[in-house]
Nanobody
Framework: QVQLVESGGGLVQAGGSLRLSCAAS????????MGWFRQAPGKEREFVAV????????NYADSVKGRFTISRDNAKNTVYLQMNSLKPEDTAVYYC??????????????????WGQGTQVTVSS
């Protein structure tokens, strides 16, 4: 597995922006896609975004399309999630994750075997 540590969460007003970071260590980072998931209180963890190992392909949940951008810097072993136009419904703990197989961009949680501890994002109305 790869070790993942998220940072950048916090409290922001609706319409504001926040940038999350996920630092990775362990197995080879550049060969793996990286995903972002989130979990709100009382709800199941859900897919947010995924980026391929090269960064050339990204996929997003419909709820965040046009507002969130996932990116990565393989030289720094870091993946980012830029969140703009934040809404109260974006409030959740955000997790980054790495899949068990390289060269994939799966969106299902079951495809991921490494998870960070999460970072809290709270959007006030």
């Amino acid at each position: 597995q790869v070790q993942l540590v998220e940072s950048g969460g916090g409290l922001v007003q609706a319409g504001g922006s926040l940038r999350l970071s996920c630092a990775a260590s362990g197995r080879t980072f550049s060969n793996y896609a990286m995903g972002w998931f989130r979990q709100a209180p009382g709800k199941e963890r859900e897919f947010v975004a995924v980026i391929s190992w090269s960064g050339n392909r990204q996929n997003y949940a419909d709820s965040v399309k046009g507002r969130f951008t996932i990116s990565r810097d393989n030289a720094k072993n870091t993946v980012y999630l830029q969140m703009n136009s934040l809404k109260p419904e974006d409030t959740a703990v955000y997790y980054c994750a790495a899949p068990s197989r390289p060269f994939t961009t799966a969106q299902a949680m079951g495809a991921y075997d490494s998870w960070g501890q999460g970072t809290q994002v709270t959007v006030s109305s």
